[in-house]
Antibody, heavy 126, light 108 residues
């Protein structure tokens, strides 16, 4: 079955960087894009960025532009999210989620997130 | 940015009863809306996409409706495992997806 397995919890100091991995199995990794979403304590889910696992193209939320880098290793069927210049407000659970496409009744193609990883807790504290 | 607003923040319902959760978008998202269920310590689980299409394996007691700016998730007969937090999410503005703040469904 489709699974996304994320790396373990991290504790970082302010100003450091963190790199979270998301290993996919049960499907052809390069045929689907991947999103990264985070959830700070008591906050709503927040979209961070996206990568086309096939060609490596990326898009990022304006909020994280310049601090976030999403990459992938097709040989390992793994996507990565690196966040730099960490601050306490970046303390959150970070999720990867596979993108699934479908055609609506008008024939337009839309994408939603169908399978999610279990999340990686990142704590930023001095 | 499309702002998603859910109501109520907390809903108290008895097992076996019906629960109705609402989600409003700040501008039309057509039918490009998904609903997720999240239990403590777990990842969000997709319930509904396209505003009304149940995801694979989701029981028929979950149904979604609406289009444009107003959406509803209905759980027809609450089971103990349904008590969780529910989020709506718009994907009309790809890839700038946005989520509601969540509705906590608790046992009355």
């Amino acid at each position: 079955q489709v699974q996304l397995v994320q790396s373990g919890a991290e504790v970082k100091k302010p100003g450091a960087s963190v790199k979270v991995s998301c290993k996919a199995s049960g499907y052809t990794f390069t045929s689907y894009a991947m999103h990264w979403v985070r959830q700070a304590p008591g906050q709503r889910l927040e979209w961070m960025g996206w990568i086309n696992a096939g060609n490596g193209n990326t898009k990022y939320s304006q909020k994280f532009q310049g601090r976030v880098t999403i990459t992938r290793d097709t040989s390992a069927s793994t996507a990565y999210m690196e966040l730099s210049s960490l601050r306490s407000e970046d303390t959150a659970v970070y999720y990867c989620a596979r993108e699934m496409g479908y055609y609506d009744s008008s024939g337009f193609l839309y994408y939603y997130m169908d399978v999610w990883g279990k999340g990686t807790t990142v704590t930023v504290s001095s | 940015e499309i702002v998603m607003t859910q109501s109520p923040a907390t809903l108290s319902v008895s097992p076996g009863e019906r629960a109705t959760l609402s989600c409003r978008a700040s501008q039309s998202v057509s039918s490009n809306l998904a609903w997720y269920q999240q239990k403590p310590g777990q990842a969000p689980r997709l319930l509904i996409y396209g505003a009304s299409t149940r995801a694979t394996g989701i029981p028929a007691r979950f149904s979604g409706s609406g289009s444009g700016t107003e959406f509803t998730l209905t759980i027809s007969s609450l089971q103990s495992e349904d008590f969780a937090v529910y989020y709506c999410q718009q994907y009309n503005n790809w890839p700038l997806y946005t989520f509601g703040q969540g509705t906590k469904l608790e046992i009355k």
